[in-house]
């Protein structure tokens, strides 16, 4: 018994080894760049998508790095309803300020919706987005793109969230509109409410 020991161990050392078990992988989480921007009726903080809206986070974030959104202002107020609308911010296409357009990232290819507090680019034709904003108030679903829909289908492309300053928000919201002024009547304020400074903050995860 003793001879045969060696070749029962050089068979134990012999047999494969048991397969090891797969391992868990989590999904990465998305790379959120922090901004915040400064406007006269107080602070608005933004956490952007760079993960999954990578052009259209690195297109806000050009027109911050380079401030060129020092010093302009929100605009527009669409309200639909108490609490339900959107606010809308930018460059209003100032020669000084506007830089070239981006491809455009619609929501089937982001994930990203057009929920409450979402930010988004305004655009005309896709692909001509540059440097004007949107943010939501309540959920927006019509602002999505939808394949089932004619014509242009694509949506807004929406690229980041508030983080704090909904209430600032809400307030540009209820501002008064002027009923004759500008190409949106009724939906551009009297006293835009401007914009002191915008900065990067962080990037996180």
């Given at each position: ?102 491809v455009?990232?619609?929501t089937?290819?982001?994930?990203i919706?057009?929920?409450n ?47 704090e ?41």
């Open positions: 018994m003793i001879a045969l020991l060696p070749l029962a161990l050089l068979a134990l050392q012999s047999a494969p080894a048991a397969p090891p078990a797969p391992a868990t992988t989590e999904a990465p989480k998305p790379v959120m760049v922090r901004v915040a921007m400064q406007t006269s009726l107080g602070p608005v903080v933004l956490d952007l998508d760079r993960t999954h809206a990578p052009i259209t986070t690195a297109n806000f974030l050009r027109y911050v790095d380079q401030h060129r959104l020092d010093g302009v202002t929100f605009y527009r107020s669409v309200r639909v309803a108490p609490d339900f609308g959107f606010v809308q911010f930018g460059i209003q296409n100032e020669p000084r300020r506007i830089l070239p357009p981006i455009h990232e619609p089937t290819k982001t994930g919706k057009h929920l507090g979402t930010i988004s680019v305004a655009r005309l034709a896709p692909g001509t987005a540059r440097g004007d904003f949107t943010i939501m108030v309540g959920d927006q679903p019509s602002l999505d793109a939808d394949p089932s829909k004619p014509g242009d289908n694509l949506g807004y492309a929406a690229f980041g969230h508030v983080v300053g909904m209430d600032v928000i809400h307030a540009i919201l209820d501002q008064p509109a002027d009923p004759s002024k500008g190409p949106f009547k009724g939906e551009m304020l009297a006293a835009p409410v401007k914009i002191l400074s915008a900065k990067r903050l962080t990037v996180t995860q």
